[in-house]
Nanobody, 116 residues
Framework: QVQLVESGGGLVQAGGSLRLSCAAS????????MGWYRQAPGSQRELVAI???????NYADSVKGRFTISRDSAKTTVYLRMNSLKPEDTAVYYC??????????WGKGTLVTVSS
C-alpha cells in the first residue's frame, strides 16, 4: 500500500502565496520522481512542477519564476511554494508519485482558489 497525504490548499487573494505539501509513505522501494499537477474546471490535468531523484526539476511555463518545487532530506515529502498567485492558478492540485521502476500513484487532490 502506498499513501500520499496532501495539504496546504485553500483560498488566497491574487498576489498571495501558498505552500502545498505531499508526503509519501508505504510500500515504496525507491522514489523516482514526485510532482504536482493541476486540473481546472473544464480543463485537462496538466503538469505544474516535478522533481526527480537526481534533483532535476521541470516547470510549466505558466508557473516559472513564481512556483518552486522542493523536497525534504528524506526525499519522501515534496513541497510546492506558490507565489504571486493568479486567478488562473485556481484548480485542484494533485500530487503524483513515480516509484519502483515506473509505477505511479496519485493523491486525492487539494483545492487552490485564487480570488481576484
Amino acid at each position: 500500500q502506498v499513501q500520499l497525504v496532501e495539504s496546504g490548499g485553500g483560498l488566497v487573494q491574487a498576489g498571495g502565496s501558498l505552500r502545498l505539501s505531499c508526503a509519501a509513505s508505504g510500500s515504496i522501494a525507491s522514489i523516482e520522481a514526485m510532482g504536482w499537477y493541476r486540473q481546472a474546471p473544464g480543463s485537462q490535468r496538466e503538469l505544474v512542477a516535478i522533481i526527480t531523484s537526481d534533483s532535476s526539476t521541470n516547470y510549466a511555463d505558466s508557473v516559472k519564476g513564481r512556483f518552486t518545487i522542493s523536497r525534504d532530506s528524506a526525499k519522501t515529502t515534496v513541497y510546492l511554494r506558490m507565489n504571486s498567485l493568479k486567478p488562473e492558478d485556481t484548480a485542484v492540485y494533485y500530487c503524483k508519485l513515480v516509484y519502483d521502476y515506473g509505477r505511479d500513484y496519485w493523491g486525492k487532490g487539494t483545492l487552490v482558489t485564487v480570488s481576484s
